[in-house]
């Protein structure tokens, strides 16, 4: 799949995986904006959790832009 669907999957509450990635078990989610004690971010965001269970904001690279590896995590 490429990023375009996998993002309109990811936007529609689904978690997405690029298969081209070195760490299995990561994946990235779309967190809704929500100001709350512990975020400030108001507008949606990516966030990508790595192998670990760490979260954090994700900004796309090229290569995953143009990476036709992604597919959703049931």
Known sequence: MNFPDALRECLNGKR???L???GRGMYV???PG???MFSEM???YL???NV???KVPW???NMDIFSDGWEVIE
């Open 34 to 36: 929500s100001p709350n």
């Open 20 to 22: 081209n990635w070195n």
């Open 47 to 49: 966030e990508i959790t």
């Open 29 to 31: 989610e779309v967190i």
């Open 59 to 61: 900004s796309i690279s």
């Open 42 to 44: 108001m507008l949606p």
């Open 16 to 18: 997405i995986t690029n």
């Open 52 to 54: 670990k269970g760490d």
